[in-house]
């Protein structure tokens, strides 16, 4: 069993920066895909970004030169940098795990081991 849990959330005004961290139980991050989805009220979960366990990482659009997903191995903890935020990235954001090899997927339905979400507002 692999368990997940997130920190760093937090209330930022547009232009700001979070950093969210994802501290994983045993080996998740062992040939397995780490990634953040985030859900905000109404709308469907979506994958923002991930990595697997060579590196490989993967974005949603919207995010792409803003986000920037890492890891520490030694310490089992993924990292989601976050700079010049948006109203629009306000959501719960969530870790996911899930065995798997090749480029990360950003779809909800292919992770298992889930953490219980951190809220991130960012006020205009």
């Known amino acids: 069993i692999v368990q997940l849990e997130e920190s760093g959330g937090g209330s930022v005004q547009a232009g700001g920066s979070l950093r969210l961290s994802c501290i994983s139980s045993g080996d998740a991050q062992l040939n397995w895909w780490m990634a953040w989805f985030r859900q905000a009220p109404g709308k469907q979960r979506e994958g923002v970004a991930g990595i697997n366990s060579d590196g490989t990482t993967e974005y949603l659009d919207a995010v792409k030169g803003r986000f920037t997903i890492s890891k520490d191995n030694a310490k089992n903890i993924v990292f989601l940098q976050m700079n010049n935020l948006k109203p629009e990235d306000s959501a719960t954001y969530l870790c996911?795990?899930?065995?798997?090899?090749?480029?990360?997927?950003?779809?909800?339905?292919?992770?298992?081991?889930w953490g219980q979400g951190t809220q991130v507002t960012v006020s205009s």
């Open positions: 996911a795990a899930q065995r798997g090899g090749g480029p990360p997927s950003l779809a909800d339905r292919w992770y298992d081991y």
